[in-house]
């Protein structure tokens, strides 16, 4: 999906616009001017936002909490964990794969385009949504952190019941932004082969359904079309 990248989907801009004015974010968008002119950087500037386009504010129900894009050729496209069709499913996905299927019996995916996820009311939000080819977390500490802190925190403020899924170190540390008495948190370790003995078995993909259900609200389709 295509857009300005200097703007939200609408809803969003009615929560976030604020953030355009900080000295923060112009400080970050000169970084990212330069940095362009410099250098690859993923995703494609059209695809930065895509999480808020696929994912309004008010139809947000779940939030996934990735941390920097991918880095290799045509792998990121702005939805956490997803990567364009084509492109060899990465080792964390793959991992989110097995334990769906572990806990709902459903076929591991042939891709990892997880757009219908978002469709759905999954917002899957990295923490810094722009990186430099094959360079992780070389856009960390620019800037991207605070906004992302701010969705966190209109999205904890301002709806209720939503369920935020922290996965690892870096995504744990946003469990004291969240009111757990108003949402759902879920936590374990990260996907990555490195961490996946603490992923493995945390059960989250049947809780965030069953949770929705509770609410009376439809679960998540976890299954990817072909």
Not at 52 to 59: A, C, K, L
Not at 60 to 89: E, M, W
Not at 189 to 194: D, I, K, V, Y
Request: one cysteine or more.
């Amino acid at each position: 999906m295509s857009q300005d990248t200097s703007v939200l989907e609408p809803s969003w801009m009615k929560v976030m616009g604020d953030e355009f004015e900080k000295p923060y974010w112009g400080k970050l968008q000169e970084f990212l001017a330069t940095e362009r002119t410099n250098e690859e950087i993923f995703p494609p500037e059209e695809d930065v936002f895509n999480a808020f386009w696929h994912t309004p504010f008010e139809s947000t129900r779940v939030v996934i909490l990735g941390q920097d894009p991918y880095h290799d050729n045509n792998q990121a496209h702005g939805l956490c964990f997803s990567v364009q069709r084509g492109i060899k499913v990465p080792p964390s996905l793959r991992n989110m794969y097995k334990e769906i299927n572990a806990q709902l019996g459903l076929p591991i995916p042939a891709h990892g385009e997880l757009t219908t996820w978002a469709q759905q009311g999954i917002l899957m939000l990295n923490t810094v949504l722009t990186v430099r080819a094959h360079q992780a977390n070389s856009h960390r500490k620019q800037g991207w952190e605070k906004f992302t802190d701010r969705v966190i925190d209109v999205l904890n403020e301002q709806r209720d019941g939503l369920i935020f899924v922290l996965w690892g170190g870096p995504a744990k540390k946003k469990a004291k932004k969240i009111d757990a008495s108003r949402h759902l948190i879920l936590q374990s370790g990260h996907p990555s082969p490195l961490s996946i003995k603490y992923f493995r078995g945390n059960g989250h993909f049947t809780a965030i359904n069953e949770h929705l259900e509770s609410k009376g609200q439809a679960p998540i389709d976890w299954s990817v079309p072909a």
